[in-house]
């Protein structure tokens, strides 16, 4: 990885804070993200062999929306080099104007073509075991990203709504989304599609509503999603893929190598 930093101007900082989203083009270069996808072709193969964190294999639905591997970079040095990179921790931090920012987890979500399903519309922050909201997830292009393939759509301002009930994305319909909210408040939805180059990104606030349409390519659409807490936040006791690996307690502090610091103002 290139240590060098991306210049993240403050008025990115402001759209962010604002919308809840920001595009980056040009984060990564081409053989950083080859890099990426090579490491990501050597995961997809070991999954047949290791526990990857894939999330729910009986739920034939889910399949259809995504390939999720979670915590690649715990197994894959590519990986771990660009989790764990000045580079893109350092955007997080600025984006959330926090004084540090600490790493979630990472996962890998391919959107494979043909049979293929949305990723209807849904909050993050909702599954995420934290008692304090603020943090974001970039989501890094490995491929072109378009409206046909499945590329990220926000709803601008919507991480100003709060947080509503977690849906299961294996079942729900893209209806679910008119479900909460009042109909004066969705006329005012302005979903933005933001399609990209590879190498380019989006953060995105945990509590911005996002969606990502069925791929209707020939090809399978990859993204490497990596997912950033403010320093301070803590743990609250609730059922997640990932479950409780540290051994954390009720009310305590993010810390420790499973959640590394990866930029500190």
Same mark, same amino acid.
């Given at each position: 990885?290139?240590?060098?930093?991306?210049?993240?101007?403050?008025?990115?900082?402001?759209?962010?804070?604002?919308?809840?989203?920001?595009?980056?083009?040009?984060?990564?270069?081409?053989?950083?993200?080859?890099?990426?996808?090579?490491?990501?072709?050597?995961?997809?193969?070991?999954?047949?062999?290791?526990?990857?964190?894939?999330?729910?294999?009986?739920?034939?639905?889910?399949?259809?929306?995504?390939?999720?591997?979670?915590?690649?970079?715990?197994?894959?040095?590519?990986?771990?080099?660009?989790?764990?990179?000045?580079?893109?921790?350092?955007?997080?931090?600025?984006?959330?104007?926090?004084?540090?920012?600490?790493?979630?987890?990472?996962?890998?979500?391919?959107?494979?073509?043909? /049979?293929?399903?949305?990723?209807?519309?849904?909050?993050?922050?909702?599954?995420?075991?934290?008692?304090?909201?603020?943090?974001?997830?970039?989501?890094?292009?490995?491929? /072109?990203?378009?409206?046909?393939?499945?590329?990220?759509?926000?709803?601008?301002?919507?991480?100003?709504?709060?947080?509503?009930?977690?849906?299961?994305?294996?079942?729900?319909?893209?209806?679910?989304?008119?479900?909460?909210?009042?109909?004066?408040?969705?006329?005012?939805?302005?979903?933005?599609?933001?399609?990209?180059?590879?190498?380019?990104?989006?953060?995105?606030?945990?509590?911005?509503?996002?969606?990502?349409?069925?791929?209707?390519?020939?090809?399978?659409?990859?993204?490497?999603?990596?997912?950033?807490?403010?320093?301070?936040?803590?743990?609250?006791?609730?059922?997640?893929?990932?479950?409780?690996?540290?051994?954390?307690?009720?009310?305590?502090?993010?810390?420790?190598?499973?959640?590394?610091?990866?930029?500190?103002?």
């Amino acid at each position: 990885m290139r240590m060098e930093q991306y210049p993240v101007s403050e008025d990115q900082v402001r759209f962010y804070q604002e919308n809840g989203y920001v595009r980056l083009d040009g984060v990564l270069g081409p053989e950083e993200v080859e890099s990426l996808r090579s490491a990501l072709a050597v995961a997809v193969e070991d999954r047949r062999k290791f526990d990857r964190n894939e999330g729910p294999r009986t739920d034939p639905g889910y399949a259809k929306v995504f390939l999720q591997m979670v915590n690649l970079w715990e197994h894959y040095p590519a990986i771990r080099d660009y989790v764990q990179s000045p580079r893109i921790g350092e955007i997080a931090r600025k984006l959330a104007r926090a004084g540090s920012v600490r790493l979630w987890h990472d996962h890998a979500l391919i959107k494979y073509p043909k /049979d293929s399903k949305p990723t209807v519309w849904h909050q993050d922050w909702v599954y995420w075991p934290m008692h304090q909201t603020g943090a974001l997830s970039c989501w890094m292009a490995l491929d /072109d990203v378009t409206v046909r393939n499945g590329c990220m759509s926000f709803i601008p301002g919507s991480h100003k709504l709060g947080p509503r009930d977690p849906i299961d994305l294996g079942s729900a319909t893209e209806d679910e989304l008119l479900g909460m909210f009042p109909p004066d408040q969705r006329k005012k939805f302005s979903p933005v599609a933001v399609e990209m180059k590879a190498g380019s990104c989006t953060f995105h606030d945990g509590l911005t509503f996002h969606y990502a349409g069925p791929n209707v390519t020939e090809n399978p659409r990859r993204a490497m999603v990596t997912i950033f807490m403010p320093g301070g936040t803590t743990y609250k006791k609730l059922e997640h893929l990932i479950g409780d690996r540290a051994g954390l307690q009720e009310g305590e502090e993010f810390h420790g190598k499973l959640f590394p610091v990866v930029s500190l103002g």
